[in-house]
T-cell receptor, first 113, second 116 residues
């Protein structure tokens, strides 16, 4: 019940295309859903996050869509650029408890020039 | 701010040796986390501290692993004795927890451990 399932494992998108990464969770106590971006040789860094009181959050080219009833959320990267090539992790936590983030298994995105 | 600082960045050791990984969290942060990253298992939470106190160590794989946080600016993760299956990248992360959390962790650049 603590798992966050992420797909796909890897993704290749052409420059200018849309990248879509999906995550699903089981624990209904989760109420905070961040996405982290990791470049090779670096630690993950927070990219964007959403709370379940909204269905969508957009920051620049990055959008999170959230479906509470389906317990699913996804990351959309519009106009994907080669600089977006990285590994993306979805995560979930409960804001009331200590920050025990549960991470998905990661999606390796490659944006071809 | 310098961010979370980890050392060493790379460690190669032989099976049976003791390994100590070090972390300096961001000043002012009161929560510290140790994660392990492998291709097979992704990011696994090993242990986390709040105000220097271990809150949950259920992710520590076995007794060979131990972690300490003697003060707010320093933590260690020790593996003794090390085994080849411990080879991974170990990340330290810190955050500011103030009753509720936002999920924002600040990660170091990791310590890549290879056990031969």
């Amino acid at each position: 019940q603590q798992q966050v399932k992420q797909s796909p494992q890897s993704l290749i998108v052409q420059k200018g295309g849309i990248s879509i990464i999906n995550c699903a969770y089981e624990n209904t106590a989760f109420d905070y859903f961040p996405w982290y971006q990791q470049f090779p040789g670096k630690g993950p860094a927070l990219l964007i996050a959403i709370r379940p009181d909204v269905s969508e959050k957009k920051e620049g080219r990055f959008t999170i869509s959230f479906n509470k009833s389906a317990k699913q959320f996804s990351l959309h990267i519009m106009d994907s650029q080669p600089g977006d090539s990285a590994t993306y992790f979805c995560a979930a936590s409960n804001r009331k408890g200590f920050q025990k983030l549960v991470f998905g298994t990661g999606t390796r995105l490659l944006v071809s020039p | 701010d310098a961010g979370v600082i980890q050392s060493p960045r790379h460690e190669v050791t032989e099976m049976g040796q003791e390994v100590t990984l070090r972390c300096k969290p961001i000043s002012g942060h009161n929560s510290l986390f140790w994660y392990r990253q492998t291709m097979m298992r992704g990011l696994e939470l090993l242990i986390y501290f709040n105000n220097n106190v271990p809150i949950d160590d259920s992710g520590m794989p076995e007794d060979r692993f131990s972690a300490k946080m003697p003060n707010a600016s320093f933590s260690t993760l020790k593996i003794q004795p090390s085994e080849p299956r411990d080879s991974a990248v170990y990340f330290c992360a810190s955050s500011l927890w103030a009753g509720t959390n936002t999920g924002e962790l600040f990660f170091g650049e990791g310590s890549r451990l290879t056990v031969l």
